[in-house]
């Protein structure tokens, strides 16, 4: 039988948000880090990961977060090994001279 967890999206995208905003600008978050903040135990956080990620890709779609493999911005739910998650970067002003 397959356990749903009902932890709320909400609650998800807020921890997102509050574990970034204690960060130092630039830096990033593991999605376990949020995962591990809502769920102590080992099997209650490995089974939220998924919905991390889908809230993340949320978030990302919405351009208040951007996930990252190797430094490349890239989908949060698409395979291929860890994501950082990071507030969205500020894109330079389009008047600035091109260097």
Known sequence: MVTIDPTPDADIEAQILRLL???????????SEVARALKSDD?????????????A??????????ATRGGVVVDAMSPGGPIRLALKRAA????????
């Open 21 to 31: 905003d204690a960060r130092r600008p630039g830096a990033s978050i593991c999605p």
């Open 43 to 55: 099997h209650g956080w490995r089974a939220l990961m998924p919905r991390v990620r889908q809230v």
């Open 57 to 66: 890709q949320r978030l990302a779609r919405h351009g208040q977060i951007e």
């Open 92 to 99: 330079p002003p389009t008047d600035w001279p091109a260097g």
